[in-house]
Structures are given as structure tokens and as C-alpha cells.
């Protein structure tokens, strides 16, 4: 018999196997216009997320709850920002006009990532041609797909070359890839136990602080998932930092938002104070980034013995990709999804999957490994790394096989998922945004407060 993917996904973990008979998850998996098993993901991520939340309210307080999870409520939440109204307008553009496919001299296609203007004036640079559609159009087809692919990693820039899963697979950093564990929880120093959070708790993570130094999607996801559970998130930004403003809404749910310039050490001053008084530290920072501001790892668990330490990264800290820049998308394209979906729609150009999943489901991963690792603090001690990667995400995902005309389910509408959202007043206007999408007996999952403009907030500690 087959294991279902949230059980791979407890086992994994080492969570209780006696939890898993509180968790029950209905729905059919055929619930977006994919080819691949996106509401298995999503359906797996959230349930052993929620179930972890539910453990750490177990550890806190013996008792124990009921979670239940409809498969099309996590399938609407792995979307949230596509249903994301601001004071009942159209959906705001998330995406710049020059992201997209374009098709090489060699007949191969590759992806350009501009969302981010600086990014953008880089491949207008590197190209040489005029800032439009058609100016890059005809640029790239001067360049051979390889050729551009390593030319536009080497600026720094963010692009991707379509690939087979077979072209994949051969590559040395798909190979990195295939050999990192899905979620690793690894014990960074000794420390001594300390509880989940201090006092009384009427929710999972009621006093559980989290630092969440993460932007776009997948980070941010794991802390408005960390908030949605009851943790005091506040979300460091730096001021220089580019950002994409529905995203910042969207995910900012439940936070606090302030800024910090790691580059001058007075910031970096007032980051080690909160980082002292801190539980989880998130970030989403290339493999190496914070560790040269001295806050790595090791550096964190230095000042804050215990502390649990969650890295996100695009291609993983393995391999000679590990410094790449990377999003959902690009990581799609380069390992075959994108190929994938376009061949079962028999299409020519490549085609994502219909949602950010790999993003959706490592955010909710990295909170699932920041859970079960504030568990292991509390029973065992200790200053704890979790790590988690959207190229491993998408692995997991393309191992679990295809669907057989996924792509002829219907694509939901605003319309259709009226009942999975919630109205709610905030700085930026009224918001029309997911719920969350996990139902739990004794602690409902909710946000204490609206998303709020970034640097909103001074950096301490309520």
C-alpha cells in the first residue's frame, strides 16, 4: 500500500505516529488544471503543518485535538495571492511585463524573471536592445539557449532554461538535489530544554517569537503560517530591499513589519538584540548571505543558544547551483515542470503550473520544520537548522507521478471560492483575502491583526 504524502512527510520528521489518527483530510486531488498532483501537495503541506501546530499544543498543555483539511481549501490557500482583492478592485499585477518565455536561435526556450527593476535593467543591459516586449524578443533570438542561460546566471540575473525532466536529471545540481533530504531538522549546539513559549498558552505558538527575515512568497508564507498558530512574527526588512506589494500584503498577515540595514552596523546591532529574545529565526537568503553579515547558523546559535534556525533557498545549499538566484517559476522551468505541462497541453511554449506551488508548499514546510523543532527544544535541548529547498519541493513533487488529463479540471474563479475568504480592514484598504485553510477542534487558526506597510513598526519585541 502506497504512503500517502503527509505521512511520508510525519514520518520524515520523526513525529508521534499516534498523531496522524487525528488528522483526517477529504476532498478529490483533481481541484486545479494540472498535470501534476498540486492538491496532493498542497493537502500534504498544510495537514502536516497544521498537525505539528496541533503537537506543539499537545507539548504545551496534554490535550490533544481534531485537525480536518479539505483538499480544495488548501488547493485555494497555495493561491492566495492570485485571489487577493484590495478594496473589492481587480486583482493587482503581480508580474512585470517582460517576464515570460522567449524562444532561442536554437529553437529552446528560455524564461526571464524581471519582476524586480534591477533585475530587469540587467537583462536590458546584458541584451543590448530597447526596454519592450519586442525589443527582448528579438535580442534573444540572436543567442543560443545555453549560451544565455549560463551568460544571464553569470550577471547575477534571473532566468531559466526550459528543460526536459529527463535534461534535468542529468544535471549536476539536479543531482545535489535528488541526494538532500525533502525537510532537514539538524541539531546546530547543545542548549538546554526551554518550553514552547512562555505561560499559559491558548494557542499553539501564543509567545513563540519569530524574526522573519523573508520576502515574495515562500518565506513569508512559513511566518504568516508561524502567526496564524499564534507566534509573534515580526518581519525584518531592509529598506533598500525591492518588494512586490500585493505579496507584501498578502503575506504579511498576523506580522508586525519593520526595517533593519544589515549593512551598517548599527542594524546589525539591533538584529543581534532581537535575535537574542528570539525562538525561530526565518530567512530567505541565498545559501551564505546572512552568515557574512554574522548571521549564520552557527553565529545565531551563538548568541541565542536554542535558537531555531529556518533556511529557505531556491536550489538548495548543495551544488554548483547553490548560489544561483532563484524563483518558483525559474525553478519549474529548469527542471522540467514547465516542459512538462506544455506537452500534455500539446503546446510548443512551456507552461507553469497553475499556481506558485513549490514556493506554497517549502513555505509551508519550512513552518512544519520550525514546529517540530521547537518540540525537539522542548524535550531534548538544543539550537536546531531546519532547511528546506523549492528545487527539492518541486522533486517531491514530479516523483509523485502525473494525473491523467489534470489539465481539462476546470481552473477556479474569484466566484468559486466566495465561501474559503474573509473581508478584513487594513492600512492598505479592505482586503479580500484566503482564510486559513486548516479546521482545528480546540485552536482555530487565525490572524490577529492586517498586513502592515513595511517598516510600520519599530524592531522590538512586544
Known sequence: MAVKPVEELWRLAQGDPEALKHLTMTGDERQLPSVYRVSALAAASVGASALAAAECFRHRTGQMQQVDLDTRRATIAFRSERYLRIDADKAPELRDPLMGFYETRDGRWIQLHTNFKHHRDGVIKLLGCTNDHAGVTQAIRSWSGATLDEALANAGL?????????????????????????LEIVKLDDAPPEPIGQGDPPRPLSNVRVLDLSRIIAGPVAGRTLAQHGADVLLINGPHLPNIPPLVIDNGRGKRSA?????????????????????????GYRPGALAARGFGPEE????????????????????????????????????????????AAGQTQPRHLPCQALDHATGYLAAFGAMIALQR???????????????????????????????????????DVRDMLQTIDSPFGSLTCTQPPEQMSLTPPFWRSPPMPIGADQPVWR
Not at 534571473?158 to 525533502?182: D, N, S
Not at 526595517?259 to 529565526?281: C, F, Q
Not at 546559535?301 to 525559474?330: E, T
Not at 527544544?377 to 513533487?397: I, P
Request: with cysteine.
Open 300 to 343: 545565531a546559535a551563538r548568541l541565542r543558544p536554542g535558537i531555531v534556525y529556518v533556511s529557505i533557498s531556491a536550489y538548495g545549499h548543495k551544488g554548483p547551483w547553490s548560489q544561483r538566484r532563484g524563483f518558483d517559476s525559474l525553478v519549474q522551468s529548469a527542471s522540467g515542470i514547465a516542459w512538462t505541462e506544455a506537452q
Open 259 to 283: 526595517t533593519l540595514d544589515l549593512r551598517e552596523e548599527n542594524g546589525r546591532d539591533s538584529l543581534r538584540a532581537l535575535l537574542k529574545d528570539a525562538d525561530v529565526l526565518l530567512q
Open 158 to 182: 534571473c532566468a531559466a532554461l526550459i528543460r526536459t525532466p529527463e535534461q534535468w536529471a542529468l544535471m549536476p545540481q539536479a543531482q545535489a538535489v535528488a541526494e538532500t533530504p525533502l
Open 377 to 415: 527544544r522542548a524535550t531534548e535541548g538544543g539550537s536546531w537548522h531546519v532547511r528546506v529547498a523549492l528545487a527539492r519541493t518541486g522533486h517531491w513533487l514530479q516523483s509523485m507521478g502525473l494525473v491523467e488529463d489534470g489539465q481539462q479540471v476546470r481552473d477556479p474563479q474569484l466566484d
